[in-house]
């Protein structure tokens, strides 16, 4: 039986490197967005179905993986993808920010997936792979509420690895260095804050976002390290992506690292 991966947030960067991928592996491919017309140059064939899924909202969720499993029998592999970067001073960030930084990185990852355990209880199978970030093990200034999100999704991940076994479902994380998608052209990251102590480090911030998106890895290179981890059948839960600062993270005592840490942000 042909196998099916169900991707979200497949517009655009790594979502769409992957549905594209996975595409020309021979899947079945359920890529999804807030608006299926971004998806249109997703459909490169009968195998593939694009679909209306927005991880805030639970009714565009539930119809999506109804309509995936009418059109493919069944769903093999989830690719939580879907995500949004809200980066500044916490204390100028707004509740309504808050949320949406919460809502699309963490409880939309959370809804899409407890949606589709039913399904891969059921089966006996099915892999989850979370899309977390270098930023889930390591953490930037300014970026308190997305290392936050990401990482929520890595102890999120390592714990419902062990739920989930003696069902014969794996649970993978993927852990991106910076990657050039439109990722960073879309973030949340205001030009003022209208607190002069943060006027330094944010100037500091916007330079290096726009060094970061200039310098990035191709989202391909990340595709290609979903695809690994989906057919991958070991109980690996980690796969970082283009981010070798994570190695050194491992090695370095919490002082040495730190240090580090401070003498790149001055």
């Given at each position: 039986?042909?196998?099916?991966?169900?991707?979200?947030?497949?517009?655009?960067?790594?979502?769409?490197?992957?549905?594209?991928?996975?595409?020309?592996?021979?899947?079945?491919?359920?890529?999804?967005?807030?608006?299926?017309?971004?998806?249109?140059?997703?459909?490169?064939?009968?195998?593939?179905?694009?679909?209306?899924?927005?991880?805030?909202?639970?009714?565009?969720?539930?119809?999506?993986?109804?309509?995936?499993l009418r059109q493919f029998g069944n769903?093999?592999?989830?690719?939580?993808n879907a995500g949004y970067g809200l980066?500044?001073?916490?204390?100028?960030?707004?509740?309504?920010?808050?949320?949406r930084q919460f809502d699309t990185n963490?409880?939309?990852?959370?809804?899409?997936?407890?949606?589709?355990?039913?399904?891969?209880?059921?089966?006996?199978?099915?892999?989850?792979?979370?899309?977390?970030?270098?930023?889930?093990?390591?953490?930037?200034?300014?970026?308190?509420?997305?290392?936050?999100?990401?990482?929520?999704?890595?102890?999120?991940?390592?714990?419902?690895?062990?739920?989930?076994?003696?069902?014969?479902?794996?649970?993978?994380?993927?852990?991106?260095?910076?990657?050039?998608?439109?990722?960073?052209?879309?973030?949340?990251?205001?030009?003022?804050?209208?607190?002069?102590?943060?006027?330094?480090?944010?100037?500091?911030?916007?330079?290096?976002?726009?060094?970061?998106?200039?310098?990035?890895?191709?989202?391909?290179?990340?595709?290609?390290?979903?695809?690994?981890?989906?057919?991958?059948?070991?109980?690996?839960?980690?796969?970082?992506?283009?981010?070798?600062?994570?190695?050194?993270?491992?090695?370095?005592?919490?002082?040495?690292?730190?240090?580090?840490?401070?003498?790149?942000?001055?």
């Amino acid at each position: 039986m042909t196998k099916t991966v169900f991707i979200t947030g497949a517009s655009s960067g790594i979502g769409k490197a992957t549905a594209q991928l996975f595409a020309a592996k021979g899947w079945n491919v359920a890529a999804t967005a807030r608006s299926p017309e971004s998806l249109q140059d997703l459909k490169l064939s009968d195998r593939v179905v694009l679909l209306q899924l927005d991880v805030t909202d639970s009714v565009t969720i539930d119809k999506a993986i109804s309509q995936a499993l009418r059109q493919f029998g069944n769903i093999d592999v989830l690719v939580n993808n879907a995500g949004y970067g809200l980066l500044g001073p916490f204390e100028f960030s707004t509740p309504s920010q808050i949320q949406r930084q919460f809502d699309t990185n963490l409880f939309g990852l959370f809804e899409v997936t407890r949606s589709l355990l039913p399904h891969f209880r059921q089966q006996h199978s099915g892999t989850i792979i979370n899309l977390s970030s270098m930023g889930g093990q390591l953490s930037f200034p300014l970026g308190s509420l997305y290392h936050a999100t990401k990482w929520a999704i890595e102890g999120f991940s390592e714990s419902l690895q062990y739920e989930l076994e003696p069902f014969g479902i794996r649970v993978k994380v993927i852990q991106p260095g910076s990657i050039r998608t439109g990722f960073y052209d879309r973030l949340d990251l205001p030009t003022e804050t209208g607190i002069k102590e943060y006027d330094y480090a944010m100037k500091r911030l916007m330079q290096q976002a726009i060094s970061a998106s200039k310098n990035a890895t191709l989202p391909n290179a990340v595709a290609k390290v979903i695809y690994r981890a989906a057919i991958d059948n070991s109980q690996r839960l980690r796969y970082p992506a283009s981010a070798p600062i994570l190695a050194i993270r491992k090695v370095l005592p919490d002082r040495l690292f730190f240090a580090m840490m401070r003498q790149i942000s001055r």
